[in-house]
C-alpha cells in the first residue's frame, strides 16, 4: 500500500491517470451521450465545429464527429488493452521459459525474439489483418502478435538476474519445488518491471490500431479514431476538424497511459525506471 | 589473449552478418508462404487478388504455375528457389512482376528512412545529452514534455498536421509527391525540388524517432554522470567540456545505438504511413494501394523486401556499436 | 630536499571540519569536528567501519561530495589551499595537481572506453604548461607506468581497463594520480576490492612512492592489519567523529577508546592454542572426490572460449563437527567448490559421497532429501534473502516443503530467531528492516531450521564490518558444538580461517596446494603458495601472526548489538 501512497504524490502520473479515467468515462457514457450511432448523418455535410449542435463540427456525410471521437475511445482502450494483455502472455511466458531454463531452449526462442523485434512490425500488422480480414478479435491477435518481443526480453531479463539470486539458491537448497520457486520467488520479483511495460504496450497498441484503421484496415463495423482521421485525410483543406480532434484524442489517451506507466515505474522500480528511457 | 586487428575481426562479423541475412530472408519467405496457405480461401484465389478471383483461366494457370497440386514442401522449395532468384511473384492487378514494382519503389523509401533515422539520431542525441546535461533545469523539463508529447503523436496525424499548417495555412511547401511534375528542372534544381517535397515527410517521421532518442539519451547521460570514472575525472582536474567530450559522450552512446538498432524496424513502420500520407511514391504508397486492391503478392513482396532493409539497418547500428565499445570487438564483455 | 621548515609544514589539514546531510537522512551530518593533520612523507590512515564518514572526508578534500552535500563548518587546507574557497580553475589546478586520489573499485573507476595510456596522457595535459610536446608525454606516460611496476608499458598503454587485472588497473590509477607529482595523495580503500597478495604489493607501491617523493598519504581503510602495515599515524572515526587519534603505536597497542580497542579486539586471530584435535579414523560424512570443473565463457567470434579451471581434481573429507577452512584468493575456486557440493554447480567429474551415497547420481526426489542436510550461508546478505518474504516464511519454508505443518514450523522459526539473537518479532517482519549482520544471522536460521549435518558459509562474514564480523564468527562457533555441525568455511581471509577452522584446504586455481591443521598450516607452511598468503595478511608483523593469540584472543559473545 506504500506503493499507492507514493503513486498518489506522483504529479505527472496522477495527471496520467486523472486524464486517463476522463477517457474511460468518456468511452462508458458514449451510448448515453451520444444515442445517435456515430454512423448515423445528422447534419449537412461539413458542418464546421460548435454549428448545428455538433460540438466538433460533422463529416463529409453529415456524422457528428464528437460522436466518433467518443465511440473511438470505446475501439481503442479495448483494443490497447486486449492486445497488451495478449502480448503480456506470450512475452511472459517466453521470456521466463528462456530466462529459467537457458541453454539452448533460450538461444532458440531469442533468436526468435530477436527476429519478431527487428522485422518491421507495422508492415507485418498490416500482412497479418490483410491475410485474415480486419475484425475486433483478428486486429487485438495481431497487435499481441506483433509486441510481445520487449516483454520477453523483460521478463528473460529478469528471470536471469533472479534465478541465480541467492535466495532463489537458498529456497532451491530448502527443498522447494521449481514451480514454487517460480511462481513464489522470482515472479513476485519481476513483476513490477513487467506491469510497467505491459502499461506502456498499450499506448503502443492503441497507436499501432490507429495507424491500421488509417490505412483502412480496422473493423469496418467499429468506429475509430483512425479510420476518422484516414476520412479526413484527403479533405483536410475543407474540413481539418475532421482529422484534428479524432488525432487530439489519440494523442491525449496515449500521452496519458504513458504518464501514468512512468509514474508506476518510477514508484514500483525506481532502479529500472532510471536505466529505462 | 588471442586479438585479431579491429578491421579484421569486424570484417569477419560482418561476413557471419550476411550468413544470417539470408538465414532470415529464407525464415520470412517461409513465413509468407506459410501465410498464404494459412489465409481463409484457396491460395489461387488469395494469390489472384479479389479482381482476379472470378477469371477461372487465372485461377487455372496460378494453380499450374505455383504446383499447387503438388505437396505442400515441394512447393515450398520451388517458392524459396524463386525467391533466391529474386523473382517474388506476379501483380494481376498491375501486371507485372512484383520483383519490378518493389524495387523500382525502393529508392524513395531509402531516401525517407534513411533521411528520417540519421536526423532522428543525430538531433535525438544531441537534444538528449544537453538536456542530461542540465538536468532537473527548466530546459530539461521543456525537452522533457516535448518528447513525451511527440513520443504519444501517431505519425500520419502529425504528418497531416504538418500539412495543415504549412501547406493547407502558410502555403509553403508542397503538401504532396516527390517531385513537381511537368516541368523541366536542371539537376541541382530537381534535387532541391526533392528536398522541398522532402521536408514534410521527413519531419513528421523524425520527429518521434527523436523524441525517444533524445529520452534515452538524456537518460544514459545522467546515468553515466554517475559512474565512477567521471568522479576520477573531475579529481584528475578535468574541465567541464573535456569531462562531457572525453568521458561521457562514447559512453553514454552505447545503450542510445542499441536502442536505435532496434527500432529501425518501427522506423521503415512508421515510413509505410507517411508515405501513404504524403503520396510519397515509395514502398508505403505502393502497400496502400495494394491493401486497396488486395494485392496479395506485392504486400507479401514489400513485407520481405522492407524486412531486408530493416535488418541491413540494424547491422549497420551493429557495426557503429562495435566501433565505439571496445570491448564487443574484443568480445570480453 | 625541502627545507626543514617547510617539510613540516603539513600538507593537508583539517580543522573542525563537520559535513552536512541532506535533510530527511538518519543524522544531520556525516562527519562532525573532525581535525586532524597530514605531513609531507607520512601516511596517515583514517580508520573506521561503514557509516563512521571516513569516505565523506577524503571526497570533501577535493571538493568532489555528491550533490546536496556540502562543508557545514571548518577548513580543509589542501597543500595551502581550501577547496572550498578556490574558483574553478584554482580548484581544478588542486584536483590532479598539488593532490590526487584513488578509489576503491579500480575498474569502474578508469573509463572503458578509452585506452590507459590515453587516461593518464590526458592527466599530464591537464596539468603541465606550457604543454609538453606528445614525445614527451608518451616519455613520461612510459616512465611513470614502469614505476608503478606495470610489465611491458609499450603495450600496457594501449590496453583497455577491462583487459586489465584488478591490480594493475589500480596501478594504472596510481600512475595516473602520480602524474603531476602531488604533495598528497588521497586513497580511499585502494585495496579492498583485491587479493591480499595485491593488496600487499599494491600498499607496499603506495608506500615506496611515498617515501621517494616525500609525499603525505592519506589512506582511508575499515581494515587494522592495514593501518598497522603502513600508517605512520592514525585517526579512528565512529558515527562520523574522531574517537582517537595518534602514533600506530600509541592507538594500537596502548587504545584508550573503548571503542578502538574493540575495533582491534574484532580483529581475526588464530586461537592455534585451542585446536581440537579430531578423532580422524571415524568415518567421514562428507568425501570429495577428483571434483573436476572447467568454465568456458564464449568470446568474441572465431576466437577459442576462454577457458577457467575452477576444480583440478580436488579431494577431501569432513567429518562430523569439524570444521574445515577453505582459503584462496579471487578465481581459485572456493566458491565453486562449496556451489557443487550442493549441487547448484554441476560438477564436470569426480564424486561427492555424503552419508554413503553419491550426490552427484541422486536426481530430483532423492536430491532434495540429501540438500536437507546440506545447508549453505551466502556472502551477501542483501540478495539472500526475498525482499518479499517475512523473516518468519524464509525460516519456516524449508521444514514445510518437507511436510512440518505451518504453525510447527512457525513456532521453531521464532526460536531460531532467539537462538541466533533477535527476537522472536522479528517472524513478522520484512528483510529491508534489518542491518546486514542481523540479515547474515538470519540467513543462519533459515540455513539450520533444516538441521543440517553440513553447514557451508561462503565467505559468509566477508561483507560485515569487523565488530560485527566477530559477532557472527562466535556465533557460528557456538552453534557448531551445540548441533554437532560440520562445517566448510569458504574465506578469502586468512585471519578468519585461523580463528574458525580445525583444518585448512589452501586452494589456488582449482588445485589443492597445501591442506592440514590449522596450527600446522600457520605454522609451519609446506608450499611457497600459503607462505605468500600468509606473508601478506595485513599487520601480520605487527600483531604477531600466527602464533599471537593469547588473552585478547578470546572470542567475544554474541550479541545482538549488530
Known amino acids: 500500500m506504500d506503493a499507492v501512497r507514493s503513486f498518489l504524490r506522483h504529479p505527472s502520473g496522477m495527471v496520467g491517470l486523472v486524464v486517463l479515467l476522463i477517457v474511460v468515462i468518456v468511452a462508458i457514457v458514449a451510448p448515453v451521450a451520444f444515442p445517435v450511432s456515430p454512423w448515423e448523418m445528422v447534419s449537412a455535410p461539413f458542418t464546421p465545429p460548435g454549428e448545428d449542435g455538433l460540438l466538433l463540427g460533422g463529416d463529409t456525410l453529415g456524422r457528428d464527429v464528437a460522436a466518433g471521437v467518443a465511440y473511438g475511445a470505446r475501439v481503442s482502450l479495448v483494443i490497447g488493452i486486449a492486445s497488451a494483455m495478449a502480448a503480456m502472455v506470450i512475452g511472459v511466458t517466453i521470456g521466463a521459459i528462456s530466462g529459467y531454463f537457458g541453454g539452448k531452449v533460450d538461444l532458440v526462442l531469442m533468436r526468435m525474439t530477436e527476429l519478431f523485434q527487428t522485422i518491421p512490425a507495422f508492415v507485418l500488422a498490416i500482412l497479418l489483418v490483410a491475410t485474415f480480414n480486419p475484425s475486433l478479435l483478428t486486429i487485438i491477435l495481431t497487435i499481441g502478435a506483433v509486441s510481445w518481443p520487449p516483454l520477453a526480453r523483460l521478463t528473460r531479463a529478469e528471470f536471469l538476474r533472479l534465478r541465480n539470486r541467492e535466495f532463489v539458491e537458498a529456497a532451491l537448497c530448502q527443498g522447494e519445488g521449481t514451480l514454487r520457486i517460480v511462481l513464489g520467488h522470482i515472479l513476485p520479483n519481476a513483476i513490477s518491471p513487467i506491469l510497467v511495460v505491459t502499461s506502456l504496450t498499450v499506448a503502443t497498441a492503441i497507436l499501432l490500431e490507429s495507424a491500421l484503421s488509417f490505412m483502412g484496415l480496422g473493423d469496418p463495423n467499429l468506429m475509430s479514431w483512425g479510420f476518422m482521421i484516414g476520412a479526413g485525410r484527403t479533405v483536410i483543406r475543407n474540413a481539418w476538424w475532421m482529422s484534428v480532434f479524432p488525432g487530439l484524442a489519440i494523442l491525449i489517451t496515449v500521452l496519458a497511459i504513458n504518464l501514468f506507466g512512468e509514474g508506476l515505474s518510477d514508484v514500483l522500480n525506481p532502479r529500472v525506471s532510471r536505466r529505462r528511457s | ?333 | 630536499m625541502r627545507g626543514t621548515v617547510q617539510a613540516m609544514a603539513p600538507v593537508l589539514s583539517v580543522e573542525n571540519l563537520s559535513i552536512a546531510l541532506p535533510d530527511g537522512g538518519d543524522r544531520p551530518f556525516a562527519v562532525e569536528n573532525v581535525s586532524f593533520e597530514v605531513k609531507p612523507n607520512e601516511v596517515v590512515c583514517l580508520v573506521g567501519e561503514s557509516g563512521s564518514g571516513k569516505s565523506m572526508i577524503a571526497h570533501a578534500l577535493l571538493s568532489l561530495l555528491p550533490k546536496g552535500v556540502a562543508v557545514a563548518s571548518g577548513t580543509v587546507m589542501v597543500a595551502g589551499k581550501n577547496p572550498v574557497e578556490l574558483d574553478r580553475q584554482a580548484l581544478r589546478r588542486l584536483r590532479g595537481g598539488d593532490a590526487a586520489m584513488i578509489f576503491q573499485e579500480p575498474l569502474s573507476s578508469l573509463n572503458p572506453l578509452k585506452r590507459v595510456g590515453k587516461q593518464i596522457e590526458e592527466m599530464i595535459l591537464t596539468h603541465q604548461e606550457p604543454t609538453p610536446s606528445a614525445s614527451e608525454v608518451y616519455d613520461r606516460v612510459q616512465q611513470l607506468l614502469t614505476q608503478v611496476g606495470l610489465p611491458n608499458p609499450k603495450l600496457l598503454e594501449k590496453s583497455y581497463p577491462f583487459e586489465l587485472s584488478g591490480g594493475q588497473r589500480q596501478r594504472v590509477m596510481i600512475a595516473m594520480a602520480m602524474a603531476n607529482r602531488p604533495a598528497l595523495l588521497i586513497a580511499d580503500e585502494p585495496t579492498t576490492a583485491l587479493d591480499v597478495t595485491t593488496q600487499r604489493q599494491i600498499l607496499g607501491l603506495i608506500d615506496d612512492l611515498r617515501r621517494d617523493r616525500g609525499m603525505g598519504v592519506l589512506l582511508i581503510t575499515h581494515d587494522f592489519g592495514v593501518v598497522a602495515d603502513v600508517a605512520d599515524r592514525v585517526v579512528v572515526l565512529r558515527h562520523g567523529k574522531v574517537v582517537e587519534q595518534g602514533t600506530v603505536e600509541e592507538v594500537l597497542r596502548h587504545p584508550k577508546a573503548d571503542y578502538t580497542r574493540e575495533l582491534i579486539d574484532a580483529v581475526p586471530k588464530a586461537r592455534l592454542d585451542q585446536i581440537n584435535r579430531k578423532d580422524v579414523h571415524s568415518e567421514p560424512l562428507l568425501e570429495v572426490i577428483g571434483l573436476q570443473k572447467t568454465f568456458r565463457v564464449k568470446r568474441g567470434f572465431l576466437q577459442p572460449p576462454r577457458e577457467v579451471v575452477a576444480a583440478d581434481g580436488i579431494s577431501l573429507t569432513l567429518h562430523e563437527g569439524e570444521t574445515l577452512a577453505v582459503v584462496g584468493e579471487s578465481g581459485s575456486g572456493k566458491s565453486t567448490l562449496g556451489r557443487m557440493i550442493l549441487r547448484l554447480t554441476e560438477p564436470d567429474d569426480g564424486a561427492i559421497r555424503f552419508n554413503g551415497q553419491d550426490l552427484r547420481r541422486l536426481r530430483g526426489e532423492a536430491l532434495r532429501q540429501a540438500r536437507k542436510q546440506l545447508q549453505i550461508v551466502f556472502q551477501d546478505p542483501f540478495a539472500s534473502l526475498d525482499p518479499r518474504q517475512k523473516i518468519g516464511d524464509a525460516i519456516a519454508r524449508g521444514p514445510m516443503a518437507f511436510g512440518t505443518s505451518r504453525a510447527e514450523a512457525m513456532e521453531q522459526a521464532k526460536k531460531l530467531l532467539m537462538r541466533v539473537g533477535l527476537s522472536a518479532v522479528a517472524a513478522d517482519r520484512y528483510p529491508h528492516e534489518f542491518s546486514g549482520g542481523q540479515r547474515q544471522r538470519i540467513c543462519i536460521a533459515r540455513a539450520l531450521a533444516l538441521k543440517p549435518r553440513v553447514l557451508i558459509a561462503d565467505e559468509a562474514v566477508s561483507a560485515l564490518d569487523v565488530s560485527v564480523q566477530a559477532q557472527v564468527l562466535a556465533l557460528l562457533a557456538e552453534l557448531r558444538k551445540e548441533m554437532k555441525l560440520a562445517m566448510v568455511f569458504i574465506t578469502h581471509d586468512l585471519r578468519i580461517a585461523a580463528e574458525i577452522a580445525d583444518r585448512v584446504i589452501v586452494l589456488q586455481k582449482g588445485r589443492i596446494v597445501e591442506e592440514g591443521a590449522t596450527a600446522d598450516v600457520f605454522i609451519a607452511p609446506q608450499a611457497t603458495y600459503t607462505r605468500d598468503l600468509l606473508d601478506a595478511i595485513p599487520g601480520r608483523n605487527f600483531f604477531d601472526q600466527p602464533g599471537f593469540a593469547n588473552e585478547t584472543g578470546k572470542i567475544p559473545t554474541a550479541r545482538m548489538s549488530s
Open chain 2, 1 to 333: 589473449m588471442i586479438r585479431l586487428g579491429n578491421a579484421a575481426t569486424i570484417g569477419l562479423m560482418a561476413l557471419s552478418r550476411i550468413a544470417q541475412l539470408i538465414a532470415v530472408i529464407l525464415l520470412i519467405a517461409t513465413f509468407n508462404f506459410v501465410l498464404v496457405r494459412a489465409a481463409p480461401g484457396d491460395p489461387a484465389q488469395v494469390m489472384a487478388g479479389q479482381s482476379g478471383a472470378s477469371d477461372p483461366k487465372l485461377l487455372e494457370d496460378l494453380r499450374k504455375e505455383y504446383g499447387l497440386d503438388k505437396p505442400y514442401v515441394v512447393q515450398l522449395a520451388s517458392y524459396l528457389g524463386r525467391v533466391v532468384k529474386l523473382d517474388l511473384g506476379y501483380s494481376y492487378r498491375q501486371r507485372r512482376p512484383v520483383a519490378d514494382l518493389v524495387l523500382e519503389r525502393l529508392p524513395a523509401t531509402l531516401l525517407l528512412t534513411v533521411t528520417a533515422f540519421c536526423l532522428a539520431l543525430l538531433i535525438g542525441t544531441t537534444l538528449g545529452a544537453l538536456a542530461g546535461l542540465a538536468a532537473g533545469t527548466v530546459l530539461d523539463t521543456v525537452f522533457t514534455v516535448l518528447s513525451l508529447v511527440l513520443y504519444a503523436t501517431p505519425v500520419f496525424w502529425l504528418g497531416l498536421m504538418l500539412v495543415l499548417v504549412f501547406s493547407v495555412t502558410l502555403g509553403w511547401l508542397p503538401p504532396f509527391g516527390y517531385e513537381t511534375i511537368n516541368v523541366k528542372l536542371s539537376p541541382i534544381e530537381r534535387a532541391l525540388d526533392v528536398a522541398k517535397h522532402l521536408i514534410m515527410p521527413v519531419t513528421s517521421l523524425a520527429a518521434i524517432y527523436l523524441a525517444i532518442y533524445a529520452r534515452l539519451m538524456r537518460s544514459s547521460i545522467i546515468e553515466v554522470a554517475q559512474q565512477d570514472f567521471i568522479k576520477t575525472a573531475r579529481a584528475k582536474g578535468l574541465t567541464g567540456p573535456s569531462i562531457v567530450f572525453g568521458h561521457m559522450l562514447r559512453n553514454a552512446l552505447v545503450p542510445v545505438v542499441t536502442v536505435a538498432g532496434m527500432q529501425a524496424g518501427a522506423l521503415v513502420g512508421g515510413a509505410v504511413v507517411i508515405e501513404t500520407v504524403f503520396a510519397w511514391p515509395g514502398l508505403g504508397r505502393l502497400t496502400f494501394d495494394a491493401l486497396l486492391q488486395r494485392d496479395y503478392p506485392v504486400l507479401l513482396g514489400i513485407f520481405l523486401i522492407l524486412s531486408i532493409v530493416v535488418i541491413v539497418l540494424n547491422l549497420l547500428t551493429d557495426l557503429i556499436y562495435k566501433l565505439i565499445d571496445p570491448r564487443m570487438t574484443t568480445g570480453a564483455a
